[in-house]
């Protein structure tokens, strides 16, 4: 059973770019929830998406979106990156019951020059 | 909100011996679940163990277990036996059960644990 795929592993963007992230969950799993992680902040929970509608979202500016697909995939976004954006984008996904197992992918580098 | 402390940035452990790793979270809900999570250099999130709030049997699985003290709000890992391989950051982590908060988790900020041979 193939985990949580997420691409591209590492990416490079300059400040003023966008930059989209996409997310591949387990087979079945229904959520899909996006993670920052920054040595200064921690891990920080971005936003949260099932069957296509965002369920949840974190205390980020708007420039940080999102979307989920019919089959699950989901996608992130952010515009105008700015140098503190870097950073390392996990992706999780789950089936969405209460309680459940929560899997995480191995993540997207960003880094903003 | 929710929020998970976790006091200790670094610990280390010999080979063979055993560690605790501390956590403490703050909330008003009585129905939750507690996780760790390993992250080693790969970055990626291993689920080690999770506890639900509403058992009062601590967790197990093989060397790693938990001690939940749910009135004191603490959820501490003890891994025995600790193997060069365990070495990693270690998060600790809260997810309400209320459905509306679906699948979202509030992390510590983490613990730094080496294993020296």
């Known amino acids: 059973k193939a985990g949580v795929t997420q691409t591209p592993r590492y990416l490079i963007k300059t400040r003023g770019q966008q930059v989209t992230l996409s997310c591949s969950p387990i087979?079945?799993?229904?959520?899909v929830s996006w993670y920052q992680q920054t040595p200064g902040q921690g891990l920080q929970f971005l936003f949260e998406?099932?069957?296509?509608?965002?369920?949840n979202k974190g205390n980020f500016p708007g420039r940080f979106s999102g979307r989920q697909f019919s089959n699950s995939r989901s996608e992130m976004n952010v515009s105008t990156l700015e140098l503190g954006d870097s950073a390392l984008y996990l992706c999780a996904s789950s089936l969405a019951v209460s309680g459940n197992t929560i899997y995480f992918g191995e993540g997207s580098w960003l880094t903003v020059v | 909100a929710q929020t998970v402390t976790q006091s200790q940035p670094e610990m280390s452990v010999q080979e063979a011996e055993t560690v605790t790793l501390s956590c403490t979270y703050d909330t008003s809900e009585s129905d939750y679940y507690l996780f760790w999570y390993k992250q080693p250099p790969s970055r990626q999130m291993i689920l080690v163990i999770r506890q639900e709030a509403y058992k009062q049997q601590n967790a197990t699985e093989n060397r790693f277990s938990v001690n939940f003290q749910k009135a004191a709000k603490s959820f501490s890992l003890k891994i025995s036996d600790s193997q060069l391989g365990d070495a990693a950051m270690y998060f600790c982590a809260y997810r309400s059960a209320k459905e509306t908060s679906g699948s979202r988790l509030t992390f510590g900020e983490g613990t730094q644990l080496t294993v020296n041979p």
């Open positions: 998406y099932f069957s296509e509608t965002q369920r």
């Open positions: 087979s079945g799993h229904r959520s």
